[in-house]
């Protein structure tokens, strides 16, 4: 920031803050006071940059604003060009690449515009189990859905034996332990 005048108090103040993060200052000050507005990953994201959070204040401050924060993992992950390479160039079918947590580290077009308008709720985390556990039209979009998702269960299960005691595993595991998948309702 340039140099200002003379502060009684150090730090940013309100304006700078909304500035460097990229947010209008209403609506930094509306986040400030906790109003209902939806903030995205990537506002919340600048904002914890810009205040210099550590990981235990980033995460407090998603649960504040009642979001999940983008693991750390997947935002450290760099995907190699060739991977990258052969991804996109499985156009014009849809790729993604998965980590054995089943994040969504990359998509090809192809797939972003397949699965645009799959949520009806916002997709924060970018993780196809949580996904398919908690959209409430999962179980129309796939043709076996229990098998499926005892399938990707088990999966997670066996690669969580190689990540125990691993934060985001941990938080992964007890979020979903936490959830019931959506059941259609029964005629009787």
Known sequence: ???GSRRRTPGLRREEVALLAGVGVTWYTW??????????????DAVARTLRLDRAEREHLYRL????????ECARLVVPD???EIVHSLEPLPASLVNSRFDVLMSNRASEE????WHTMPCIHRNTLWCCVTEPTARSKFVEYD?????MVARLRSAYGRHVGDPDWEEDIRRLSGMRSPRPSRAR
């Not at 986040?31 to 919340?44: K, P």
């Not at 009642?66 to 750390?72: F, G, H, V, Y």
Request: proline share 8%; hydrophobic share 40%; charged share 20%.
């Open 65 to 72: 604003a009642e979001a999940t924060p983008l693991r750390t």
């Open 1 to 3: 920031m340039p140099p």
């Open 82 to 84: 060739t991977i990258r």
């Open 114 to 117: 397949l699965f645009w308008e």
């Open 147 to 151: 098998s499926q998702v005892r399938y």
């Open 31 to 44: 986040l400030e006071q906790g109003r209902q507005i939806n903030a995205s990953t990537q506002v919340l």
